[in-house]
């Protein structure tokens, strides 16, 4: 008797749970699967669904790539028992399924099944006719909605050098960690800018009536390590465009700028940095009208809904007609650290909100010692295990730094032969200051970011202005203010474009 229970528990345990697991871990269970699916839809008629890759007058069917991006996301794409594997053209470590057309690839929604195979240039969807009224057309939502948000990953794109590719675009991921909001810049400033993109964003109709180019082109100026690179990732990541960056230096001539611009896409961003080296450089490729005429967008009027940004470490050595108004539509400074913007980096930095050594970091700004955030960044990241060793060194860099001449150390700009910015109008003198005086930001007409006229403590950055040409720089701001106060151009202005958009 025992021997009977004792045998009818191990055929129960043999059949129910043995069984089953090594029929799913071995090629007769996967086999035999594939059968009864095949032996059940036998039972049920089906409806095919076409999607060509193109179109009677040969234009691309976006649904067809929608489709591949849908089918690459798919878990089930791997399970497949052959899948051709490639690695991307500049990223060999990107690995992507390739469909070929053997090739069926099941897929299961709000509980139906369906198949989907490439026959030639043509997709084909196969699903139970009778389920096809309810999961239809909810499911190539779905297809689109995941395909979308694929396709969002932006990338960044390169022009290549080498002799097969020269005067293309070659691309790889763009995954840079900075946003908009990790910028450490004034808080207002920030939503302007957040905003001035949202609403170029909307006025594809506002640019056509008034037959411009709907484009839009930023400055960022300041000293270098002060964020503007880091910006620019934010800024392409805000707009979830593409980046296109363009190395004048690479460009053998105002031709081969044509071309490169013409090869790149809507919803992107063409970022030119360092504008103001190149235009100084002997030996230039690019004339200066290849580059006013890249600006213009005239070049790019075929394909519009684009963004250009250009990166100087001082706008006063640049050509005013290449930053004249409607050129440059946004300018935005980014100046050296000072202490609010300091307290920030501690915080993020090294976690820390007060410190016995602050009043002394504090007296060290307001005596008009500076370094760049990335110079501070460091110094904090390289001592993130003890604030007070951090606090000490960063202390120490300011002392030393005050002692040079011209402070709003550069190395790569002397480097360039560029003259320095003198420290009273690269930081606590800023006209457009940022982080100092951020209470004084607003725009004129052209998008530009001026000091508010209306704020009394604008005596507080006179007295720092000494050499004839800050007084020259002074001159011409209150040049502005006069012509703002005339109400040529003021915020308002600016206001009243945005709002018509
Ligand atoms: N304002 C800032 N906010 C946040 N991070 C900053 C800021 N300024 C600099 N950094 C940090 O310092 C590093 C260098 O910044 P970035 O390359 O953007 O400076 P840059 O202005 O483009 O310099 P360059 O003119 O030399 O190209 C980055 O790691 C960035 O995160
Ligand atoms: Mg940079």
Not at 71 to 98: H, K, Q, W
Not at 293 to 301: E, K
Not at 430 to 451: A, C, F, Q, W, Y
Request: charged residues 25%; hydrophobic residues 35%.
């Amino acid at each position: 008797m025992i021997f009977i229970i004792l045998l009818f528990f191990l055929t129960t345990l043999v059949s129910f749970w043995l069984v089953p697991r090594v029929l799913s871990r071995t090629s007769i269970g996967h086999f035999l699967q594939n059968r009864w699916r095949f032996i059940e839809e036998c039972f049920h008629t089906h409806q095919l669904y076409k999607i060509p890759k193109f179109n009677q007058h040969m234009q691309q069917n976006q649904l067809f790539h929608k489709i591949v991006k849908y089918l690459n996301a798919l878990p089930s794409a791997g399970d497949m028992d052959s899948v051709n594997l490639f690695s991307g053209d500049s990223n060999p470590n990107e690995i992507t399924l390739v469909i070929n057309g053997d090739q069926v690839f099941p897929d299961v929604f709000l509980g139906s099944r369906v198949y989907w195979k490439l026959d030639k240039d043509c997709f084909v969807l196969k699903m139970r006719r009778k389920e096809k009224r309810r999961i239809l057309s909810s499911y190539l939502q779905h297809v689109c909605k995941i395909a979308d948000e694929k396709s969002k990953e932006l990338q960044l794109f390169i022009h290549a050098e080498n002799e097969l590719e020269n005067g293309r675009w070659i691309s790889t991921p763009f995954k840079h960690p900075a946003t908009i909001d990790t910028a450490i810049i004034d808080s207002d400033l920030k939503n302007k800018v957040k905003s001035d993109l949202e609403s170029f964003l909307k006025s594809k109709p506002y640019y056509h009536r008034l037959g411009r180019v709907w484009k839009r082109s930023y400055l960022l100026h300041g000293p270098s390590g002060t964020g503007k690179s880091s910006f620019i990732a934010g800024m392409a990541k805000f707009l979830c465009y593409d980046v296109y960056d363009v190395d004048l230096s690479k460009i053998t001539g105002d031709s081969d700028l044509k071309l490169l611009l013409l090869q790149t896409t809507c919803k992107s961003m063409i970022v030119v940095e360092d504008l103001d080296r190149y235009l100084v450089e002997k030996s230039k490729t690019v004339s200066l009208s290849g580059i006013l005429n890249f600006m213009d967008g005239i070049v790019s009027c075929c394909g519009e809904e684009r963004v250009m940004v250009f990166t100087v470490s001082n706008k006063d050595h640049v050509d005013p007609t290449v930053l004249r108004a409607g050129r440059i539509d946004f300018h935005l400074h980014f100046p050296l650290c000072d202490f609010t913007s300091f307290k920030y980096l501690a915080n993020s930095h090294l976690g820390i909100k007060e410190h016995k050594l602050f009043p002394q970091v504090e007296e060290m700004f307001q005596t008009g010692a500076s370094l760049s955030p990335a110079e501070i960044g460091e110094i904090m990241i390289s001592n993130r295990g003890s604030p007070t060793r951090a606090l000490k060194t960063v202390i120490n860099a300011l002392q030393t730094n005050s002692g040079k001449t011209g402070v709003g150390h550069k190395p790569g700009h002397e480097q360039s032969g560029l003259p320095r910015v003198p420290r009273n109008l690269s930081h606590s003198g800023s006209i457009d200051g940022l982080v100092d005086l951020p209470s004084k930001l607003m725009h004129n007409g052209s998008g530009r970011t001026v000091e508010d006229p209306s704020d009394n403590s604008g005596t507080f950055w006179m007295e720092n202005f000494h050499t004839g040409k800050e007084l020259k720089n002074l001159y011409g701001l209150l040049k502005n203010r006069s012509r703002r106060r005339e109400g040529s151009v003021d915020l308002d202005g600016d206001r009243t474009i945005n709002n018509g958009m």
